[in-house]
DNA sequence: GCCAACGTTGGC
DNA sequence: GCCAACGTTGGC
């Protein structure tokens, strides 16, 4: 028996890369890299092919799920920990033990509707939602089926 | 640019 | 194992 398909967040900075930047990418996919927190290396391991992914706008002007994206090929070792011209060099990994993990993931659609920060603080539903987290930093996170039902609502979809 | 929150590092 | 210093995140 299949198990049953997982929901998550990323987020992104869309000046760097958007969601509209990852459905122009070739095949509208790319590697989910750069990861260098513990807890969130964790869910990118956990993620299974055919999860979903709602894709967060972060640092910029107006903050907020942008799209929907789905993991197409499961964790591997991020290329970029050994790559010493990378941002995201570690020299403490080393490809007998990698500590970082990427994901590869496609954009599925852009949601008809932008959904802001505020319109997700406003939304009472989500006011367990851990991205809404005093503090919060993690850049992967799960989401629950509840809160995906919730944000794809207010998305326009369904 | 500011600042709160948080994770990581390293001295002890 | 503690904890201060430091770096990063991310909203504003």
Redesign the pocket.
Known sequence: MAAARQFWLV?S?PDVFSFQDLQAAKQRETSWDGV????ARNFLRAMAVGDEVLY?H???LE?GVAGIASVVHAAIPDPTQFDPQSPGFDP?STREQPRWDAVRIRALRALPRFVT??ALRAERRLAGMRLL???????VLPVTPQEWRVIAELGGLS
Do not use: I
């Open positions: 987020k900075e260098r927190n513990y807890q967060y972060s640092s910029c903050p403490a920060l505020d987290a005093r503090g919060n930093r993690l850049s």
